[in-house]
């Protein structure tokens, strides 16, 4: 034992003494220094920074900032957010592959983010150095823009309203689920007060609204049909259409499409596509196994799964978790 405690005597004076004379020699000859010299400092620092915070982002947490009014009123536009990267699986590299996903599945109510479905990559580099340089400026820079140079969303935020054999019906904007194991459905809102969920989903558009929405899709079947003369339009739609203060763009786009298709199949029967089409939207929604089903909170103003489906949930990137921005709205939302 006594052997042992000399050799690490030994070593600790080695160590020490020498780390001292290296001291007493830097004080006698010290450098000189220079204007590159320090910019080459500095540029290090730099360098090492941004380096530890791209790895931050890409492995622990993300900065997120909220680009749309989906969210609302949970989460408003231009609010930053930190994002859990590692809670359903470790992603290697953006929009690579993830470790450890199976066993780490999205959970109803969860506030996610993941990849737009419906994005145009412009190629894996790109992709990878715009994100790379996003979360490196803590997202103050983003160089991913669209055609008339708006950002392009290349990552969405939403909350996961239905999971694995879930089926979701929309009618006039209302959601009815019929959760896996159920025989029946259910308004959401009030699956939502009996288990505890977020009250987060809100509307916006009236139930009064409805019926010129309807008239309004309901001509424009008849238009694209060619009958849009007046003595084959039933005057119910003509009536019901002037009370539209705004017919720039319907406000329930989803409920839109589905009259248009059910006015279409009705005027002609065997227009076969036309009936597919509608089916497509009363049957509603069922989700596969492993996916999820995406929708916004401000359930009225939100292009969602209800447009581009469910979502596979190796696409789902992260939690959202914290609100740090702005400074009078910080808040956990880890439970919203």
């Known amino acids: 034992m006594s052997l042992l405690i000399d050799k690490v005597e030994k070593i600790a004076i080695k160590h020490f003494t020498k780390k001292k004379a290296i001291k007493i020699y830097m004080k006698e000859h010290p450098v000189k220094k220079t204007f590159w010299g320090e910019v080459k400092g500095w540029l290090d620092a730099l360098v090492f ?72 990559s412009k190629g894996p580099l790109f992709d990878i150095a715009a994100q790379m340089l996003f979360s490196a400026t803590f997202s103050l820079v983003n160089i991913d823009k669209n055609e008339d140079g708006t950002p392009a969303e290349r990552l969405y935020v939403k909350r996961a309203a239905a999971l694995n054999n879930d089926t979701v019906k929309f009618e006039n904007g209302n959601i009815n689920i019929r959760v896996s194991g159920s025989d029946s459905f259910v308004n959401e809102m009030d699956f939502r007060e009996e288990n505890n969920l977020s009250l987060g989903p809100n509307r916006l558009i009236e139930d009064s609204y409805y019926y010129p929405l309807k008239a309004w899709a309901s001509l424009i079947a008849y238009r694209d049909k060619g009958l849009n003369n007046s003595s084959y339009t039933p005057s119910y739609y003509l009536n019901e259409y002037k009370k539209l203060s705004d017919n720039s763009y319907p406000k329930d786009m989803y409920e839109f499409m589905k009259t248009k298709y059910y006015t279409e199949h009705k005027i002609d029967p065997s227009d076969f596509s036309a009936r597919s089409n509608y089916n497509s939207y009363s049957n509603g929604i069922t989700v596969p196994s492993n996916y999820v089903l995406p929708l916004g909170d401000n ?32 808040s956990y939302l880890g439970n919203k």
Not at 70 to 91: A, Q, W
Not at 98 to 110: A, I, M
Not at 112 to 118: G, R
């Open 299 to 330: 359930r009225d103003n939100s292009h969602d799964g209800r447009y581009f489906g469910p979502v596979s949930q190796d696409k789902v990137i992260g939690r959202v978790f914290f609100r740090f921005w702005p400074i009078n709205r910080i």
């Open 49 to 120: 920074a941004v380096v530890v915070l791209v790895l931050i982002n890409q492995y622990i947490f993300q900065l997120f900032v909220i680009p749309t009014p989906s969210m609302e009123k949970t989460m408003l536009v231009k609010d930053r957010v930190f994002v859990n990267k590692n809670i359903y699986g470790l992603e290697v590299w953006p929009g690579g592959t993830k470790l450890g996903s199976s066993k780490r599945t999205v959970l109803r109510d969860n506030i996610i983010t993941f990849y737009n479905p419906e994005y145009v």
